[in-house]
């Protein structure tokens, strides 16, 4: 069988849509047992396509391989090229998403998806082999590798049996690399259960991990994915894939009075929608929000406020001297800043301020100081009492009498019925 790329077009719109397949498919538990709906995959084509031996035809009209090293190689049986072209794609969270953002420590999965060539059965290697960049922290023995069958089926392919898992740590530094390699069973399983259908058949391995303090806001975390196989000629070819990233983001906060003038001491919180999982576990904590007239449940999230992503995590920020507040490693999206404790003098906001993290909030886009289009401003009202001789005064010294007069009666009448 050979993939069909000539319609890639076609099918790369179609992964426009994929981003609405069910999360189902590739659920974060990494269940023991997976199920899926029937699902006709789009396939992708490498990126690269790297043949390690080259093609050399003899007089006699017959075609053989060379290894890099120049030497022939003439397999008894004769020797063919491989029989299918060669593709692998990285994605993350869920099939046709090349970039998605998560909160620094929020664990992710990576969806390494691969072609399999015809005659695998009896191909001699069949190796996947994933990057995992530095500013990400893999979960060591995480991978879950699945044959996507051409009837839409998922077969669980098990470590050890049908392949191997090898994961290499640089300094203890973490992994920073992992290979998924199918045994000469594995590959007689792959092969013999392709099934019938309109599906490309496909192995997944998926992986977790999740950003850690070594990343930048607003940078893209990159992995990579080879698929290294050689058939049963002995004939290797390698394929790479695109890059997909992942970011993390922020925002710059900066509380004023009506003059301009910075404001120190003003402390923030941070909340966002609760998920449903969220609203149905008494231990999310999730809280009403009055948002103008709707309500709205809401969670408070933890943050940092340094740059570099140092200093641990908080759930409450206070603005300095200058006046600015800074909250780092959050997920892309919507969140409510709500004021929890207000400058000296001035009233404590009320209302919730809609903000929205993206590639760019975090830019201040200004420089020696001054303040970008990007950073939220946020004007304090003044605390006022009442001056001396209005009529508020007076109320206030009328009411505060009667108050205290009604206090010594209360004594003298008590005092007078212990005479």
């Known amino acids: 069988m050979m993939l069909d ?9 179609a992964l426009m849509l ?7 498919l590739f659920p974060a538990a990494f269940a023991a047992e997976q199920t899926v709906d029937s699902y006709v995959f789009q396939y992708i084509p490498c990126f690269d396509m790297t043949p390690i031996r080259q093609t050399i035809t003899l007089e006699d009209g017959t075609r053989h391989f060379s290894g890099t090293d120049g030497i022939l190689n003439v397999p008894a049986s004769g020797a063919v090229e491989p029989e299918s072209t060669l593709g692998i794609q990285m994605d993350v969270s869920e099939i046709g998403t090349a970039s998605k953002s998560f909160d620094v420590g929020e664990a992710h999965t990576w969806i390494i998806r691969s072609s399999v060539p015809d005659g695998a059965g009896d191909g001699r290697q069949y190796e996947i082999y994933g990057t ?9 023995g995480s991978p879950v590798v699945s044959l996507y069958t051409r009837a839409g089926e998922v077969l669980l392919l098990r470590l050890g049996d049908h392949y191997s898992l090898w994961e290499s740590q640089t300094n203890g530094a973490g992994v920073d690399s992992f290979s998924v390699s199918l045994t000469p069973a594995g ?10 259908g309109d599906n490309t058949p496909e192995i997944h391995v998926c992986f977790q991990a999740a950003i850690n303090e070594n990343a930048a806001v607003g940078e893209g975390i990159a992995n990579l994915a080879r698929l290294d196989y050689t058939n049963s000629a002995g004939v290797a070819c390698s394929a790479e894939s695109a890059a997909a990233r992942v970011y993390t983001g922020g ?13 120190a001491g003003a402390a923030f919180q941070v909340a966002r929608l609760a998920t449903e999982a969220e609203l149905a576990d008494p231990s999310a904590e999730a809280v009403t929000l009055h948002i103008g007239e709707e309500e709205r449940k809401v969670v408070f999230v933890s943050f940092y406020t340094e740059e570099d992503l140092g200093g641990g995590k908080v759930r409450e920020v206070t603005t300095g001297e200058d006046g600015m507040a800074v909250i780092y490693g959050l997920a892309y999206g919507k969140y409510y800043l709500m004021e929890s404790k207000a400058p000296e003098g001035y009233n404590l906001q009320t209302q919730p301020v809609t ?9 201040t886009g200004g420089n020696d100081g001054e303040i970008g289009d990007n950073t939220i401003i946020l004007v304090g009202t003044k605390f006022i009492i ?9 109320l206030f010294h009328v009411t505060g009498a009667a108050i205290v007069g009604a206090a010594c009666l209360l004594l003298l009448s008590n005092r007078n019925r212990r005479m």
């Open 187 to 196: 590959m007689a399983y792959v092969a013999a259960n392709l099934g019938r």
């Open 251 to 263: 925002i710059h906060i900066r509380k004023t009075d009506s003059s301009g003038t910075p404001l």
């Open 18 to 24: 994929l981003s609405a397949v069910p999360g189902k």
């Open 386 to 394: 009442p001056e001396t001789g209005g009529m508020g005064s007076t």
């Open 5 to 13: 790329f000539k319609r890639a077009g076609v099918l790369l719109a």
């Open 132 to 140: 995992i960049d530095h500013r990400l922290t893999y979960r060591q």
């Open 355 to 363: 903000l929205v993290l993206n590639g760019v909030s975090h830019l």
